[in-house]
């Protein structure tokens, strides 16, 4: 996650001139894995389901460590999220291979430092400031 | 008595000099503290350094300038855009689907 996301979406996003998207990292082998399926999962019942669950795995980090997939159906129960059918995206393989295969596609255009965006066609690199990236972003929207 | 009122004229001469120095030195100290900024970049930049996987390179400075041509884009503020999600081929987006600028998130949960 940006450091400076919170207000990214308050200055950008809440007046329609930014939207984020977000692409998977597996960095850290299972506990990656499952987490980033829970959010491929919440997705699938909902897209603004992925992002409540990609904030409350963001705000539950340490956790994952240790999380199962009975953990990760307890976070989609908090949502208010169908946990038979969470469940058993959970499993599915088609969703294992699609968050590896987003991955490898951001490994194959050489991304290999966090933090790491794409803003429109262009890489940046590195942790910046939130007057830094108001300055990219302005400079983008021409202001 | 006269040389007296000399010596007092000499003292306050001397002391007028040197604090007229010490003014110029404290100007001369100004642009030092103009860097500041430079300063606070480097340290953002060294606040990321433990979050990199240790199998990856870490880059060495963020660049922010952006290469493009770009146009004013008035803002919309018809909906909560905060609060509306999208699907563009694998990527979920969170937002106005017609913003101008889409800003992807390389990341990891942990």
């Known amino acids: 996650m940006l450091r400076v996301e919170p207000e990214i979406l308050a200055n950008y996003v809440a007046k329609g001139t930014v939207k984020l998207a977000f692409s998977h990292v597996l960095d850290h082998g299972k506990p990656s894995m499952l987490a980033h399926r829970a959010a491929e999962c919440a997705g699938s019942q909902d897209p603004m389901a992925f992002w409540r669950m990609h904030d409350l795995l963001f705000e539950r980090q340490d956790r994952l460590w240790e999380a199962d997939p009975y953990g990760m159906v307890q976070f989609a129960s908090e949502l208010g999220l169908d946990g038979v059918a969470f469940e058993a995206c959970l499993d599915d393989p088609a969703i294992a291979e699609k968050v590896q295969r987003m991955d490898q596609a951001r490994r194959d255009l050489g991304i290999r430092s966090r933090p790491s965006f794409v803003a429109n066609d262009q890489l940046v690199q590195g942790a910046l400031a939130y007057a830094t990236f108001v300055d990219f972003l302005d400079g983008l929207l021409g202001k | ?110």
Do not use: H, Q
């Open chain 2, 1 to 110: 008595m006269e040389l007296k009122s000399w010596w007092i004229y000499i003292c306050l001469l001397g002391l007028s000099i040197l604090l007229l120095a010490g003014c110029g030195a404290e100007e001369a100290v100004a642009p030092t503290v103009s860097a500041t900024p430079t300063i606070a970049v480097a340290a953002a930049t060294a606040s990321i350094a433990p979050t990199v996987a240790p199998t990856e390179v870490a880059t060495s400075a963020p660049t922010a300038t952006p290469t493009v041509a770009s146009v004013a884009v008035a803002e919309d503020t018809s909906a909560d855009w905060v609060n509306v999600a999208s699907v563009e081929g694998d990527l979920y987006i969170r937002g106005n689907p017609n913003a101008p600028i889409r800003l992807l998130d390389y990341s990891d949960f942990l």
